[in-house]
């Protein structure tokens, strides 16, 4: 059962890769700075190389969210959790929702934990406040608070980077001579089709270091539980690997082969590409030229970095939309399609709790079935 969760965790990590990168390239392709072959690729190797950028996150995943004494029923738990935030996965990448895999990941864990801990609220950890904010745990710091500031940090970014822009642009055309020249929009254009490049190799790294070690939390969850409850002790020579290490058991420290799988599975997974999602943020949200694109990318790339730091969950997804919101926004408020966003919004409100009701439901029905115990 432990390998099933490991081998279900890398196809969620896998669905991430196609789901959650396409909004990570969304504005590169749209603009189009690169075709979307190039922009999966310069993607799908930041994503790589950011997934070794740390573990602070996937620790918050493992030991920071629920008790997970709650897993020691079984391994099926976290089936079901992985198995709750597939589903909604699929769903709003099937409509070209830009959703959330990793608040879809959190809610069908939280859900699966409650259902296993016949309705204890308390196994989930709500709050562990601590000066400042940032480093306080449970769902409320590391979730709830930081699902609704790092969406508005990335407007407010994304809306002051694009004003500065449009400010300095508008500067040198009124000072005439050469610098008029080269702000005219042939130049700009071509100046920040270049920059996007970069800005969206920054966005594919800030994506792999804060989305890839969710899933590097979840293996490490299930190999510390297994190791708890003795069901690793006689796993047979080719698989000792999976026994965890001293430091992992006592530190909630990340194995290098745990990173090394997940960084290459959600490489391959954008390899695969995302073009429903692609075409509701590159398109449908707003029109966008390159200087717009580099400014979106920037500012969300420095929210999740930062975030990524802090050992903060994040959702790549909210982050990017929010900032393409902020930068459309500061070309002008009816330059964005509210309802788009309208819809875009809905389908963040509903994630956690219908992942949560998904995985709730699921361990209930496995509960039924005398497949976990009751």
Known sequence: MIVAVILIALVFEYINGFHDTANSIATVVATKVLSPGQAVLLAATMNLLGAFAGTAVAKTISSGLIDAGVLQVGAEIIICALAGGIVWNLVTWYLGLPSSSSHALIGG???AALAAAGDNWQVIIWSDPADPWWKGGGLLWKVMIPMVTSPVAGFLLGFSIMGLLFFVIASMHRSGGWLASIARPRWVNAVFGKAQIVSAAAMGFAHGSNDAQKIMGIIALALVSGASTGALDSVPAWLAFLQPSPAALSEGAIDPWI???????????????????????????????????????????????????????????????????????????????????ERMVWAWILTIPVTALLGYLLVRGAQGAGLIPG
């Open 109 to 111: 864990l939280c859900g």
């Open 259 to 341: 990173v090394v799988v997940c960084a290459i599975t959600m490489a391959a997974g954008t390899a695969a590409g995302g073009w429903r999602i692609i075409k509701t943020l590159g398109h449908k949200l707003v029109k966008l030229h390159p200087i717009n694109g580099f400014a979106a990318e920037t500012a969300s790339a420095s929210v999740i970095l930062s975030a990524s730091a802090l050992g903060i969950p994040v959702s790549t997804t909210h982050n990017i939309s929010a900032a393409i919101m902020g930068v459309g926004t500061a070309k002008r408020f009816n330059a964005i399609r509210w309802t788009v966003v």
